[in-house]
């Protein structure tokens, strides 16, 4: 498969076969020859093939194999051009996304009570396959208020205060969430799990803030070295798998309907404007929103949990947000092509949007913030974004480190080791339903995250602020 070099962080698949558009891969060497080896380069490939897809199928250097698109994906499709969408394009966790809020500690207030403090976080969090509890049942009535509302519905109840909305993306609300679009078995799942990590990839983390790279810009965050933040990574659970799994079904003979002829019928889409795209805009916008909805209630829980094992009163520990970003949506926002501005259906699947778009404020007079996870056992990242992504990725950059081992392939190699007494050693105090959960996020199971964070960096598309070392996790 030829793929050539654009420049050492930057590589092109030429069109070939029923390719609309060519294929881009943002990699270092190093990094492309272990996406050569995934699967995931097929798959960009793939997603070339969609109707109405603009530029160029994008993916980000912690793409992996995902489901009909890849996981770091990021594809521009135009309505007015015959332009479609697909469920594959954000994922069965609608709106899986990062919460990043910064603590009144430093590490030397935390590091005596880190095991009391993780055991209250895992107390007051409800973790796990299934998991429900949270801040409890809520009525039927109330999950329609969650659909349209979002972030400001737990607010409302108590959960962080209004000016988070300021810091989270989108305000923490998609306008275009109708509850008519939402199952009956999707409306069941939810009922319980508003305030619930759930499990897989998902976590709470406290982490140090280790090292600063760009001063200016975490200063204006309210960061220092020392520092104590806590990262909350979760979705849409159960809730926003149901909302995909139901679409998919439609998307399936809508493909079939439109006479949409694609290499792999994971990808079914329909016209973007089509009244199963529509149905599927409206139901993608509510369980988007029940999402942040969601990491709004955990923030809170977090907050409570802070507070009871450290013994501190609301106004000596109150958590500051510092953004809050999705990676797994698909969301209509103005761009410029070719000089002319633009409305394009932006999927991304696994990839965090780096810039506001064009024609929206912004309360930053700095890039966006990009906040990118790393594995259990390594760091995380807080990045701004850069103008340059407006006009290379449709504003889009890396979310994470990328897995190069699946899961089952990560439970077989690290079976029989004592993971929570090496992280332990590693000053890592973790709490975790099952040992299966652990083992699917040790180092090893993903790439560098610094060789991913570094890689856009080199590419202009978003650079480092700070790098942020775990100190203490909750996991499913």
Not at 40 to 65: E, K, R, T
Not at 88 to 100: E, F, H, K, W
Not at 139 to 167: C, F, H, N, P
Not at 398 to 418: M, N, P, Q, T
Request: glycine share 14%.
């Amino acid at each position: 498969m030829e793929i050539k070099r654009i420049h050492d962080h930057l590589w092109e698949i030429p069109r070939q076969g029923g390719m609309r558009v060519p294929g881009r891969i943002y990699a270092s060497r190093t990094l492309l020859e272990q996406i050569r080896g995934e699967g995931g380069v097929q798959q960009v490939m793939n997603v070339a093939h969609l109707p109405g897809i603009v530029g160029y199928s994008l993916a980000m250097p912690d793409i992996h194999w995902g489901y009909g698109f890849p996981i770091g994906g990021v594809a521009a499709t135009d309505p007015e051009d015959g332009g479609v969408i697909s469920p594959g394009g954000v994922g069965y966790d609608i709106n899986c996304g990062v919460r990043l809020c910064v603590a009144p500690l430093d590490l030397a207030d935390l590091k005596p009570r880190i095991e009391k403090v993780v055991q209250t976080l895992f107390a007051k969090i409800p973790c796990g396959v299934g998991s429900t509890g949270g801040i409890g049942a809520v009525s039927k009535k109330e999950l329609e208020q969650v659909m349209t509302q979002g972030a400001r519905w737990s607010i409302g109840r108590g959960y962080g205060r209004m000016s988070d909305l300021e810091q989270t993306e989108e305000r923490g609300c998609l306008h275009e969430a109708d509850p008519a679009a939402i199952s009956d078995r999707a409306r069941e799942r939810g009922l319980e799990q508003i305030g619930t990590l759930g499990s897989g990839n998902h976590f709470v983390e406290l982490e140090v803030i280790e090292e600063i790279f760009d001063r200016p810009v975490a200063q204006a965050l309210g960061l220092r070295e020392g520092g104590i933040t806590i990262l909350i990574h979760t979705g849409s659970r159960g809730f926003g798998y149901q909302v995909c799994d139901d679409y998919l079904r439609v998307m399936a003979r809508g493909a079939e309907r439109y006479k949409i002829q694609l290499p792999d019928r994971q990808l079914a889409c329909v016209p973007v404007g089509s009244p199963e795209g529509q149905g599927y805009w409206k139901a993608m916008s509510a369980a988007a929103n029940f999402a942040w909805a969601n990491r709004q209630a955990i923030m809170g829980l977090a907050e409570e949990a802070l507070q009871e094992a450290l013994g501190l009163n609301p106004h000596q520990m109150r958590l500051q947000l510092i953004y809050d970003v999705c990676h797994n949506v698909a969301k209509m926002e103005t761009h410029r092509v070719d000089g002319v501005d633009r409305r394009l259906c932006i999927h991304r699947k696994g990839a965090t949007r780096a810039h506001v778009p064009r024609g929206q404020k912004s309360p930053w007079s700095f890039g966006q913030p990009v906040i990118v996870p790393g594995d259990m056992g390594s760091a995380s990242y807080l990045c701004i974004g850069t103008e340059r992504s407006l006009d290379e990725t449709w504003g889009s950059t890396c979310h994470g480190a990328g897995r190069v081992l699946s899961r089952s392939a990560a439970k077989r190699k690290f079976a029989g080791r004592d993971l929570i007494g090496e992280l332990r050693d590693d000053g890592i105090t973790v709490m975790a339903r099952g040992l299966a959960t652990v083992a699917e996020e040790m180092r090893g199971a993903y790439k560098d995250v610094s060789q991913v964070v570094d890689t856009m960096e080199a590419a202009g598309i978003s650079t480092k602020v700070a790098r942020l070392r775990p100190i203490g996790v909750i996991k499913g």
